[in-house]
């Protein structure tokens, strides 16, 4: 499956971003999806990941209440909306899959999913 993510940007703290990923290729609603980001000199970091029906979803910590992960099977799209950004928040976002049709759970690890975008800069000044 081919991703690309988009809707990156500069904005204020305390602005609010949508990011978008569209699949194509394979059938998307196989596909749990998940949300990255990788700060300059840091490792890969879990963001937000959503099961392949949209059932489930999962935050990280440092991003929950704050940001939300969804799909649109119909328009292979997942996305991430978010708010109240945090000059910490600054990364490039990457979109992934893992081929999970049917699983209740989702993935954290960055090495377990198959297919990844190309990523998306988000910055926020203070």
């Known amino acids: 499956v081919q991703l690309q993510a988009s809707g990156g940007g500069e904005v204020q703290a305390g602005g609010s971003l949508r990011l978008s990923c569209a699949a194509s290729?394979?059938?998307?609603?196989?596909?749990?999806m998940g949300w990255f980001r990788q700060a300059p000199g840091k490792e890969r970091d879990f963001v937000a990941a959503?099961?392949?029906?949209?059932?489930?979803?999962g935050y990280a910590d440092s991003v929950k209440g704050r940001f939300t992960i969804s799909r649109d099977n119909a328009k292979n799209t997942v996305y991430l909306e978010m708010n109240s950004l945090k000059p910490e928040d600054t990364a490039v976002y990457y979109c992934?899959?893992?081929?999970?049709?049917?699983?209740?759970?989702?993935?954290?690890?960055?090495?377990?999913?198959?297919?990844w975008g190309q990523g998306t800069q988000v910055t926020v000044s203070s």
């Open positions: 992934a899959a893992d081929r999970a049709y049917g699983r209740t759970y989702y993935k954290i690890e960055a090495e377990l999913y198959e297919y």
């Open positions: 959503i099961t392949w029906n949209g059932g489930i979803t």
């Open positions: 290729g394979r059938t998307f609603s196989n596909y749990a």
